[in-house]
């Protein structure tokens, strides 16, 4: 249950340093009196999430690979494997389609967010703790709703082993390997129909929720501490 772990604990550490840095740094280059308008806070988040493909592809990468596996490997492991079979480029493996995926997530994700705080009624003097929390579930949520299709082909890509050192995987078969992003599309709903689209999504909401409200929160009591 937790093969893969070690990925994302360090992985989303920096990508989500990344995330919010670039997001405020984006935030500053518009011009605006008192708050940005909604628009602005979406394009900057898009802005945001197109950065953040450097962390997000090798940690989806090795977290998918390692979860996949027959074989007893280790995060590191995989790590390693990766590298020797395809150097850093292997690491971005599924890189364009994140890209893809990442950018308009991202700019629902703090659209949505900034939106529930306005109609929570959310500011400097009444902070309380239930409106962030919720306001945070909510756009985590409607983020990973709004792409999840996308993140199905990505995570097909990804799970492709390239080269002989890997061993052979009977979670994901297929007949030949896909060659693009539009081949894995057509191949898998020729396969599998619309719905393979959708496999996964309630396990994915259902953790969305309080991870994405917890990382909010954190986020707005960490910056009032600083």
Known sequence: MFKGVLSPIVGLAGLNALLFLAYGTLLRCFEYEKEPSLLQVYLAGAGAGFTCFLF??????????????RLPKSSLQITKEVYQASGIKGFYQGGLVTVMRDSPSYGIYFWAYEGLKRGLD???????????????????TLSWASIYPLDVVKSRLQMQYEGDRFETTRLLVIDRPYMSIKDCILRSY???GIAVFFRGLWPTLLRAFPVNAVTFYVYELMIGIL
């Not at 959310?122 to 985590?140: C, M, P, R």
């Open 122 to 140: 959310v500011n400097e003097t009444t902070k309380e703790a239930w409106k962030f929390l919720l306001a945070g579930g909510l756009a985590g």
């Open 56 to 69: 997000s592809t090798p940690t989806d990468l090795v977290k998918i690979k390692a979860q996949i596996t």
């Open 190 to 192: 020729r396969s599998e």
